[in-house]
């Protein structure tokens, strides 16, 4: 309970720092890869209907809205929020809660870009909605005890679906035919949500959603695996030849981990996330494909992942200028295109150290051959 109170301390002193006599965080159910859900972070629960809430006072006081109301149950179970409560008619029960608990005025939204236009205009005679999406992702920049243990959680899944590749994958399986054996594995394990990008080919040109496309004896087979557990994130950028590869192959992909090796020693506490592109970047350029290493062959070396990553949430490349934070998640990966062998993945989510990087995953990042 110490940790629950701990999360909730901070974001009462995030919302009185900022003058705000409270803070709604709204979610229309939705938590993906591509849509992480600020109220399943504060929540810890995730809900399922179109239109919930957290409402939290500058005083202390808070109470979760959940719809449908026969959701209360299941959400009251997983939540540590006590005032749990069903609705049917959404805004006008929030509009209830903001009447009983007295709050008026300037209030913080997080989560609004999910908040129906209907809902947003039932509220806005009662309160000012100030946007305050900044106070989840502050809250979870530092990753509590509990959320460790999910994101170890959701790294031993990505381990497992890469495992179900290398174990199930053999030439005439279609790529889609691979993603359903990763899958599997990974629910099986308790994956909330699953992400897959597979390309194979002699030569691929780019990483894509699997398609039906027949695995040959000698094609490079590229992907990335990205887990969801209770709204912690996990990838891995994984390469596997069907058969012995070319020298060179092994050759680029040398390159390719040297350059993964560089860029993590420049993570720590305090260190700007450009220098990981930077030292990337320049291994690879300096073995000639400088070229190789921005658009349009290359975008990003990386990313922010999940709620409380690298804000806002998107690109580490050379112009990144934001600073790494302790036990802040990253996706770092020196994936590359490259004129001998084609496109090669290689990276992974780490964490930041006190002291330097923390590896989460316990498979190895390497050039993986399956003998067929």
């Given at each position: ?5 701990h999360?909730?301390e901070?974001?009462l ?9 409270g ?5 229309c159910g ?5 849509a992480?859900?600020?109220?399943t ?5 995730r ?9 939290v ?6 109470a979760l ?11 009251a179970?997983?939540?540590w929020?006590a005032?749990?409560?069903?609705t049917s ?8 809660i ?22 947003y ?10 946007p ?7 809250l979870?920049?530092?990753?509590s ?17 890469f ?16 993603a ?16 897959i ?18 695995l040959?004896k000698g ?9 969801v557990c ?5 990838q891995?950028?994984r ?13 680029k992909?040398?390159?390719l ?6 860029s993590?020693?420049q993570?720590?506490?305090?260190a700007?996330?450009s ?8 291994v ?5 494909y400088a070229k ?10 990386g990313h ?5 990553s ?7 490349d050379?112009?990144?200028?934001t600073?790494l ?7 770092v ?5 490259l ?12 964490l930041?150290?006190i002291?330097?990087?923390q590896r ?11 003998e067929v």
């Amino acid at each position: 309970m110490a940790e629950k109170n701990h999360k909730m301390e901070k974001a009462l002193d995030l919302i009185n720092k900022k003058g705000l006599e409270g803070l709604i965080v709204f979610s229309c159910g939705t938590c993906s890869i591509l849509a992480p859900s600020y109220l399943t972070y504060f929540c810890e629960a995730r809900p399922l209907g179109p239109r919930n809430a957290a409402v939290v006072t500058k005083d202390g006081k808070v109470a979760l809205l959940v719809e449908p109301a026969w959701d209360v149950a299941r959400m009251a179970a997983k939540s540590w929020i006590a005032d749990v409560r069903g609705t049917s008619h959404f805004s006008d029960d929030l509009l209830g809660i903001l009447d009983a608990y007295g709050v008026n005025g300037t209030v913080g939204l997080a989560g609004g870009r999910e908040m129906a236009e209907e809902v947003y205009a039932a509220l806005s005679p009662k309160v000012k909605l100030e946007p305050a999406d900044g106070i989840i992702e502050t809250l979870a920049q530092e990753k509590s005890a509990r959320e460790l243990e999910i994101i170890y959680r959701a790294a031993r899944i990505a381990d497992i679906g890469f495992e179900a590749l290398l174990d199930k994958v053999r030439p005439g399986m279609r790529e889609y035919d691979i993603a359903a054996e990763m899958e599997y594995a990974m629910r099986v394990e308790g994956a909330d949500d699953i992400f897959i990008l597979l390309s194979s080919g002699p030569h691929n040109y780019e990483m894509h959603e699997p398609t039906d496309r027949r695995l040959k004896k000698g094609d490079i087979l590229i992907g990335e695996i990205t887990p969801v557990c209770e709204g912690q994130f996990m990838q891995l950028c994984r390469t596997v030849t069907l058969g012995e590869p070319a020298p060179i192959v092994f050759e680029k992909y040398r390159m390719l981990l040297h350059a993964f090796a560089e860029s993590l020693a420049q993570i720590r506490p305090g260190a700007e996330a450009s220098g990981i592109s930077k030292a990337m970047n320049q291994v690879i350029s300096d073995a000639g494909y400088a070229k190789y290493c921005y658009p349009p062959y290359m975008r990003a070396r990386g990313h922010g992942f999940g709620i409380g990553s690298i804000a806002p949430g998107g690109v580490i490349d050379d112009n990144t200028k934001t600073t790494l934070d302790r036990l802040q998640a990253v996706v770092v990966h020196p994936n590359q295109y490259l004129p001998e062998t084609g496109y090669l993945a290689c990276g992974e989510t780490v964490l930041v150290g006190i002291n330097g990087v923390q590896r989460l995953a316990a498979t190895e990042t390497k050039l993986y051959v399956k003998e067929v």
